[in-house]
């Protein structure tokens, strides 16, 4: 039984306003991933709040919105064994200073807010993000 999975990612706009976008999609392929499908894309504060409504109870709900809004982003589905675990192993932690060695967010994350990258958390939210991004 194979769990071959997909999950989504984005590079954030403080990545690719650094033109980090291919060398973050190279430790993907490096780690095994198959990039599906991409596009870069700007999204509306209100796109942003509807894909981060599981946080809207937050403080720092606003201020995510308005980043993740800010400028050019790049949306990947991926795929691989076991891919949502996988991608958020090789994330690394929400705050990039306690992101482990090897990991996007410690090598390039500047911030909690400024980390480079999401990615889905559950197969289920993955189904969900993806759904939300690539639905034709
Ligand atoms: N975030 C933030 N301040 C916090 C916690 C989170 O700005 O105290 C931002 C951060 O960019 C993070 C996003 O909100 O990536 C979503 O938070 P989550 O806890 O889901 O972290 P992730 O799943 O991205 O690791
Ligand atoms: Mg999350």
Known sequence: MSNIEQTLSIIKPDAVE???ENEIKEMFKNDGFSILKEKKIQIEK???ENFYKVHETKPFY???C????SG???VMVLEKKNAVLGNR???GATDPKNAEDGTIRKKYGISIDK???HGSDSVENAKIEIDF???D
């Open 46 to 48: 209100s796109e942003a």
């Open 133 to 135: 991004f690539f639905k």
């Open 89 to 91: 192993e090789l994330m």
């Open 72 to 74: 050019p982003i790049v």
């Open 18 to 20: 650094r033109n980090l």
């Open 66 to 69: 308005e980043y993740l809004s």
């Open 62 to 64: 606003n201020d995510l």
């Open 115 to 117: 980390n480079s990258v």
